[in-house]
């Protein structure tokens, strides 16, 4: 199975090339400006074609910058970027002859939800920019394929896993372990019992591969959950880190625009289990020694 894999330099996106056999070589995608964006995947979905010449194909969707507390301006660029892939996809592919997966965000879509554990059948409701904008995502790709390919809409819970960007507010394993190292207080905006699901990005990653080569042919959608199945609290998460770093993590307990947007319960129903799960004390240690890795390295570099 090749695969092309939008969002390949991600934790997500990285994580999927791993685990998978054979990866379309696509070049880089100009984030930047939406619009050259656009026009870039639909021209690298005429050189993928070229690529598979006429065998099966499969594309991934696992780009995406926004967080909670993206504007609707900084995120409707993504959608232009999505309509400009999906554009190429009906241009240049064979019909009938693909599968298309989009990772969406459970967290995003099931904010306003009620009733936890979410599934798959559970009604979206998102609360923010970034739901809407993953709900419209999900929308865009059933409209404009659900005739042409298997589409699969993932909604993935709360990922972590080592070299995720700690640009982005977002990441609070992550963000746990740099405070951790460098002792420099972590904001925490919503309520220490929150509950979320956290799943070690490879596991996401094997799931995903799973879900792609069962999905039916040729035309269907389908919407599955992404996730551990394991409710964790923020608190758990902050007891969890001191007792591998042996150190007390600090935190500052604050408030944010984007906590609004953010769901007490985010209990989730996997659609599939994972094989061989990773524990979340063996993940968040794989983090934190990459957090530690990584700021050695800046030091020696200096």
């Known amino acids: 199975m090749i695969t092309w894999v939008i969002g390949s330099g991600g934790l997500l996106g990285s ?9 379309f070589p696509a070049s880089p995608v100009p984030w930047a400006e939406p619009e050259r964006a656009a026009v870039h995947l639909n021209r690298e979905a005429e050189r993928f074609a070229s690529y598979l010449d006429g065998s099966p194909w499969t594309i991934v969707w696992a780009a995406g910058a926004a967080t909670t507390s993206s504007s609707t301006e900084e995120t409707s660029s993504e959608l232009t970027s999505l309509r400009g892939l999906l554009s190429g996809i009906r241009e240049h592919l064979p019909a009938h002859r693909g599968r298309f997966f989009l990772t969406s965000s ?23 920019a970034y739901g809407e904008l993953k709900v419209a995502q999900e929308s865009l790709a059933s ?8 589409v699969t809409i993932g909604r993935v819970s709360n990922l972590y896993g080592p070299g995720q960007d700690l640009g982005k507010l977002q990441g609070l394993i992550s963000r746990l372990a740099l405070a951790s190292v460098t002792r420099q207080p972590i904001n925490i905006f919503v309520p220490l019992d929150t509950i979320r699901d956290y799943i070690y990005v490879d596991d996401a990653a094997r799931l995903i591969v799973d879900l792609m080569k069962t999905s039916p042919m040729p035309d269907s959608v389908n919407v599955e959950v992404v996730a551990s199945g394991v409710p964790t609290t923020v608190g758990q998460l902050i007891q969890t880190m001191t007792l591998l770093s042996k150190k007390r993590v600090p935190v500052a307990l604050g408030s944010h625009p984007s906590s609004r947007a953010q769901a007490l319960d985010l209990r989730l ?19 934190h020694l990459d ?11 200096v």
């Open 269 to 287: 129903e996997p659609s599939a289990q994972i094989a061989a799960p990773t524990p979340l004390p063996v993940g968040m240690k794989a983090v």
């Open 106 to 128: 459970a967290g995003g879509v099931y904010a306003g939800s009620v009733n936890p554990p979410f599934d798959c059948d559970t009604a979206v409701r998102p609360l923010s």
């Open 143 to 150: 409209d404009m394929l659900a005739d042409f390919a298997a």
């Open 291 to 301: 957090i530690l890795a990584r700021l050695q390295g800046r030091k020696h570099a």
């Open 15 to 23: 994580a999927l090339v791993r685990h998978l056999d054979s990866t």
